[in-house]
């Protein structure tokens, strides 16, 4: 591939820009269509090509394994715990009204760390997946 | 922080399962940290039953919204009494992991083995606390997929067929469940099983809804193994590592026979179950699966999977008081399922003790391993005789309800087949302990010793509680009536339809 210098730059210019869109569909997620999951799946499908493209040791350069471990468990762990706060705040369960100082931007902030938590996990399980594939047979 | 016991019971081995999925591997930190974890479970298990028998009825509005519309997470006597049976052996369980987990699944794997351990402690009770029938397929889902990832840790490389064969069984019992629960969804528009059971009875006649019936009752029947639905089973157990197959023959299968008795009972109506050939079903079922997964039983040669076809076998004793379809009939299916989770997570202990010494689980290498391991021999004796059902063990109890359940029906055939299934129970108990005992000691297995304290002391606690409820039934019997109770099972009888 490392021949390939079409591929090289329009993988390099395409890369930015699939990030951006990932973003903007995680962040947008509450008002329009999108969220975490899809948000998570775009995202890694930037560091997919970009693996796919200059190598697996590269990629594995950018986001080593262990982080990658370490990203989707945080994932969950956030998520659930965003639940749990309105605990403490005498409410129940996932009741995010009482995150904020009104129903709606309680309801707001909930959802928006319960994608973030989403969109990290579910970055780092299909990287994992990539990687555990594309790592067969190797050393 | 009463009211949110519930709630808790789920969301704590939820939270800690990642966690512990990256904790330091090597060390015994992940263990320690699911120990606790459990007995914080088992802790809150059983002040939710007592709050539950002493107050009634709990309800949880998950997000505060309030039921129909909001997931609700509902406790009666049922639900509380199989959540603690759940918790309790998880926390029987993990003393005895330690050991037995090093010595069978690789080092690197054991943080996610844990982590996979609590996905699935944290599925199971959640499927016990919920009173949502779509959340009951999220959490049966959470607890499957754990349990095939738990499966496939086994050492043997067969563990990943046995687990990818109960992965395609398992997903057409979920998909199953799912298109019911959809297709009753676009007749009730609710999914609240409050709700159903308050609009079902005016529905019971239409097709979709018992197109929905049939599919739940599928996809559940392939979830508890009934027969004979059961072939997932015999090899998921024997495959995979002794702590997974203690903690799933004991739990998994219990929880999905109360979301059956839950469908049957709670949400859809009496008419409309006596107008399908549900009960019939059931007793069919039970029968052959007492008399056939016997016979299979006592032709194995591998003692674990032994003992997986008696776990069909005793499934079909629970299908078998269900088919009674009378409160009497309901109570010995609760009560055995209880005593099964005893006897059979102390069976599966022991021999997890007997692999732990001699790597081996196979009739032809433990001769004479009775005189080398007294102590790990005794247990299996013990759970042997409740399994058979001999008075003053548990097991007696349960075949006692079951059979005063079938007299009471005048079904003659029934009572007479548990009689039958309790002699084929005394030939493969039988054959475990003449190899255990009666024969020369081999060369190979002169040096076994006995298993050490850490896997000993879990067993006993299990046998002991095996005597303890065969000889005090308060808690046992009386939990089960007022469930039975709860359930609103209504004597209809075989012989009356």
Redesign the interface.
């Known amino acids: 591939m490392k021949r390939n210098p079409i591929l090289r730059i329009v993988a390099k210019f395409l890369i930015p820009l699939i990030i951006l869109f990932a973003l903007y569909v995680q962040f947008h997620g509450d008002f329009g269509p999108g969220g975490g999951f899809q948000a998570g799946v775009i995202f890694s499908a930037a560091l997919i090509l970009y693996a796919l493209v200059f190598g697996l040791d590269a990629a594995e350069k950018i986001i080593p394994p262990h982080i990658l471990?370490?990203l989707?468990?945080?994932?969950?762990?956030l998520y659930?715990?965003v639940?749990?706060i309105p605990?403490f705040l005498g409410?129940?369960?996932?009741?995010?009204?009482v995150l904020g100082s009104t129903q709606i931007k309680g309801q707001h902030l909930g959802i928006l760390l319960v994608e973030l938590g989403v969109g990290m996990t579910v970055t780092a399980v299909m990287l994992i997946i990539f990687f555990a594939f594309a790592g067969r047979g190797r050393p | 922080m009463g009211n949110h016991i519930s709630l808790l019971l789920v969301v704590i081995p939820l939270i800690a399962a990642p966690i512990v999925a990256v904790l330091p591997r090597g060390g015994r930190l992940p263990w320690l940290t699911t120990l606790i974890i459990t007995f914080i479970c088992a802790f809150l298990a059983s002040s939710q039953l007592w709050m539950v028998l002493n107050d009634g009825v709990i309800s949880y509005e998950l997000g505060g919204w309030a039921p129909p519309w909001g997931i609700e997470y509902r406790i009666d006597a049922v639900n509380a009494f199989v959540a603690l049976i759940v918790a309790a052996i998880a926390a029987i369980t993990l003393p005895y992991a330690l050991l037995s987990a090093e010595k069978e699944i690789p080092q690197h794997q054991i943080p996610l083995f844990y982590s996979a351990f609590l996905l699935c402690l944290t599925g199971l009770l959640g499927i016990t606390q919920t009173g949502d029938l779509f959340n009951v397929f999220v959490f049966l889902e959470i607890s499957s997929l754990s349990s095939y990832a738990l499966i496939s840790l086994g050492r043997n490389r067969q563990a990943l067929t046995s687990a990818y064969q109960y992965l395609i069984m398992g997903t057409i019992g979920a998909t199953f469940f799912l298109i019911g629960v959809g297709l009753i969804y676009s007749q009730t528009g609710t999914l609240n099983m409050q709700d159903l059971a308050k609009l079902l009875p005016q529905l019971s006649q239409l097709k979709t809804v018992h197109t929905g019936f049939a599919f739940i009752m599928i996809g559940i029947a392939l979830k508890l193994a009934m027969y004979p639905l059961h072939l997932w089973l015999p090899n998921a157990y024997t495959y995979a590592p002794s702590v997974v197959t203690v903690f799933l023959a004991a739990t998994a299968t219990k929880v999905a026979i109360y979301i059956m008795l839950r469908v049957l009972f709670t949400i859809f109506p009496d008419d409309f179950l006596l107008a399908t050939p549900t009960y019939d079903i059931f007793i069919l079922s039970g029968m052959a699966a007492i008399i056939f997964a016997s016979i299979y039983a006592i032709y194995q040669s591998n003692i674990k999977k032994l003992l997986a076809y008696s776990s069909v076998a005793q499934i079909g004793y629970i299908a078998l008081g269900i088919g009674f379809a009378s409160s009497k009939g309901v109570t010995a299916a609760l009560i055995h399922l209880f005593n099964h989770a005893l006897m059979k997570a102390a069976l599966f202990m022991a021999v997890g003790a007997i692999i732990y010494r001699i790597g081996s689980c196979n009739m032809k290498n433990i001769d004479g391993l009775g005189k080398q391991m007294p102590w790990t021999f005794g247990a299996i004796v013990i759970a042997g005789l409740s399994l058979i059902g001999v008075p003053g063990t548990a097991g007696f109890i349960s075949k006692w309800y079951l059979v005063t359940a079938a007299l009471e029906q005048q079904a003659w055939i029934s009572v007479v087949v548990i009689l039958f299934g309790s002699l084929l129970a005394v030939i493969y108990i039988g054959k475990i302990i003449e190899a255990l005992y009666f024969k020369p000691v081999t060369d190979s297995n002169q040096s076994a010793q006995e298993a050490p304290l850490l896997l000993l002391v879990p067993l006993w606690v299990l046998v002991c509680a095996n005597i303890y409820f065969g000889l005090d039934t308060s808690l046992t019997v009386g939990v089960a009536e007022k469930a039975a109770d709860v359930l609103g099972v209504v004597d209809i009888g075989i012989m009356n339809k």
């Open positions: 471990r370490l989707a468990s945080a994932g969950v762990v659930a715990s639940g749990v605990l409410a129940n369960y996932l009741d995010y009204s």
